[in-house]
């Protein structure tokens, strides 16, 4: 497809289970983002890749997320050990080095 | 550190009202300020961007005017209609258009016939 799609659209996890999210960036977009917005507020920047670069991992809120991107293309952000607070939409985005960003539909994550 | 303040909401309005949206930042050097929108079911988009102090963003009849001396960046749009209902969001970057954006919280507009 054109544009940046997520996998699953909706997650439900029981406390204390790993769980992994999907992103498929815009093919050609070097710069991928994800994003964490919980119920009523703004989207919160979690970790950020750039073409080769050392990953930006600023905003990730505990050494329970991590993320990896191959190349290009493919981004996984898992989260270990998912507590009650982790549940947000997760939103994915990419664009190209000097660009705009397009984001995904996200994901919906909800831990039981 | 960087931050972004927006009005809370919901919004309502009528059909062919002025829509004000108040926001207000903090940030160090000179940020590029942008609103996005989420229209109900749909991924986030970018509806308009100002890059340096003075300028005008603008796109499908909404405006906002980067403020340094105030600040600010607030959305306007002289004459809303009911496709305009969405979820509203103020962001800034600090490096052009790329590295991450800080979002406020967003504020929802409601308009009705």
């Known amino acids: 497809g054109a544009g940046v799609s997520q996998s699953p659209s909706n997650k439900v996890t029981e406390k204390g289970k790993d769980v992994e999210l999907r992103c498929d960036p815009i093919s050609g977009h070097t710069a991928l983002y994800w994003y964490r917005q919980r119920l009523g507020q703004g989207l919160e920047f979690l970790i950020y890749f750039q073409g080769n670069s050392a990953p930006d991992k600023s905003g990730l809120p505990s050494d329970r997320f991590s993320a990896e991107r191959t190349g290009e293309s493919v981004s996984t952000l898992t989260i270990q050990r998912t507590q009650q607070e982790d549940s947000a939409v997760y939103l994915c985005a990419s664009s190209l080095a000097e660009g705009e960003q397009f984001f995904g539909p996200g994901t919906r994550l909800t831990v039981l | 550190g960087n931050s972004v303040t927006q009005m809370e909401g919901p919004v309502t309005l009528s059909e062919e009202a002025f829509l004000t949206i108040n926001c207000t930042y903090t940030?160090?050097?000179?940020?590029?300020l942008f609103w996005y929108v989420q229209y109900p079911g749909e991924g986030l988009q970018l509806l308009l961007k100002a890059t340096k102090a003075d300028d005008k963003g603008s796109n499908k009849g909404f405006e906002a005017t980067y403020r340094k001396e105030t600040t600010s960046f607030h959305l306007e749009k002289g004459s809303v209609q009911v496709s305009d209902s969405a979820v509203y969001f103020c962001?800034?970057?600090?490096?052009?258009?790329?590295?991450?954006?800080?979002f406020g919280q967003g504020t929802t507009l409601q308009v009705k016939p």
């Open positions: 940030a160090t050097g000179y940020p590029s």
């Open positions: 962001a800034l970057s600090r490096s052009g258009n790329t590295g991450k954006l800080i």
